[in-house]
């Protein structure tokens, strides 16, 4: 099966977006943790606050906030490209169908 052009800028774009979008998706399950860090921070600024709770706590909270980012980007990476080729073809497939309509039968 030859490739035409129009499938090789598909997967081109998806090889892009799966990068591009799993880079993304991470930076997503990242920022899970923005509530550990803002809590740490106030933990941290206290007076007569002991650091070493802190940071212990931190690194339980943010451990648990952002256990999933992997799971993030394997979404925000993925999933994008299956929908779009679906797209894609579904969109040829109609106007394909919607041509035919359109030819004069002998």
């Not at 598909?10 to 899970?32: D, K, P, R, T, Y």
């Not at 980007?73 to 994008?80: D, E, K, S, Y």
């Not at 779009?84 to 919607?98: D, E, M, P």
Request: charge should be negative.
């Amino acid at each position: 099966m030859r490739l035409n052009g129009w499938h090789r800028i598909g997967i081109v774009a998806s090889i892009l977006w799966a990068i591009g979008g799993a880079f993304w998706g991470n930076e997503l399950g990242l920022h899970e943790g923005d509530t550990a860090e803002a809590i740490e921070h106030i933990c941290a600024t206290e007076p007569h606050a002991d650091l070493n709770a802190c940071m212990q706590q931190f690194d339980k909270d943010w451990t648990a906030a952002i256990q999933y980012h992997w799971y993030y980007a394997a979404f925000v990476g993925l999933v994008p490209i299956l929908f779009g080729w679906l797209f894609a073809y579904g969109i040829v497939r109609l106007v394909r169908w919607i041509h035919v309509g359109f030819k004069v039968s002998p």
